[in-house]
């Protein structure tokens, strides 16, 4: 067993009593520890301060880009605005039946608009408000230059209005017009008759299958009448009638009609039903 000489335990115990913390110590490692962040903090600040400057500069470029686009915008449409860039020649193709002049007012093109505030849309949806008009397309030629083409509607039959007046027919049903008495197309005819102009609405499918009539026989066909059920039918000139039924299946009906016409026999007031083409009925004229 080996022993300890006194001045071996003298230092043993020097040593313990100098690793013992004592509230004094304790102050002194907190001091400590605050200047080391006070230190850190120090060293940190001069990164905020170069940050800062840095964003208050690219919010000014911002805002100064911003100010320039806004007065070049603003100069660009005051330039435009000038009688350079009004509207002074307006060039109207395809128009036939529309008066010119009630054109350009209705328009609004015969004021001289700038050439800037010309809106194609505006101009389309005033000028099919004629009843001859049926599309518009307005191109812009710079610097004040407008083209107008129109496209009319076709006639494709006519139709008594109130007071026994002949007018045309489109094949949308529209009134466009007074016809002459003698004008050889289709007479449209809606049973019963009804008091206000019917071909634009419920007598809609006769005016729709005057203008899908085949060359083959159209000018035969002298009267389209259509009843409130939507059935249409077609009397010839011979005198023949033709029962189409409703307005489908057209292609197949009409070849139908033009085999009859051409490989029939066919007398005065004789009708035949050809609402299901395959299944052709004829009967002779009702008796009298």
Do not use: C
């Amino acid at each position: 067993m080996s022993r300890r000489r006194p001045q071996d335990v003298a230092r043993s115990s020097r040593r313990a009593k100098g690793r013992v913390k004592t509230p004094r110590t304790q102050t002194r490692a907190r001091a400590r520890r605050g200047e080391g962040r006070k230190a850190n903090s120090r060293e940190t600040a001069p990164v905020t301060s170069i940050v800062r400057p840095r964003r208050r500069r690219a919010l000014f470029v911002v805002l100064l880009s911003l100010l320039v686009v806004a007065s070049l915008g603003a100069g660009a449409r005051w330039l435009l605005e000038q009688p350079l860039f009004r509207v002074q020649h307006v060039k109207v193709e395809g128009l036939r039946h529309e008066s010119l002049a009630q054109v350009l007012n209705v328009s609004g093109l015969g004021a001289h608009p700038s050439m800037l505030s010309v809106n194609a849309k505006q101009v389309r949806q005033r000028l099919e408000r004629f009843a001859w008009i049926d599309t518009v397309k307005l191109e812009k030629h710079w610097p004040n230059t407008v083209v107008v083409t129109v496209r009319e509607s076709k006639p494709v039959a006519v139709a008594f209005a109130r007071g026994h007046q002949l007018q045309y027919v489109d094949a949308r049903g529209r009134d466009l017009g007074v016809a002459p008495i003698a004008m050889n197309l289709p007479t449209l005819s809606y049973s019963p008759p009804a008091k206000t102009w019917p071909f634009a609405s419920a007598g809609r499918a006769s005016a729709y299958v005057a203008s899908q009539l085949p060359p083959a026989f159209a000018s035969q066909v002298s009267v389209i009448t259509e009843d409130k059920k939507g059935n249409v039918t077609l009397k010839m000139t011979t005198p023949v009638t033709f029962v189409l039924g409703p307005a489908n299946n057209l292609h197949a009906k009409f070849v139908a009609i033009a085999s009859v016409i051409a490989h029939s026999t066919l007398g005065p007031g004789d009708v035949v039903d050809v609402t299901v083409p395959e299944e052709l009925a004829v009967t002779g004229p009702a008796p009298s």
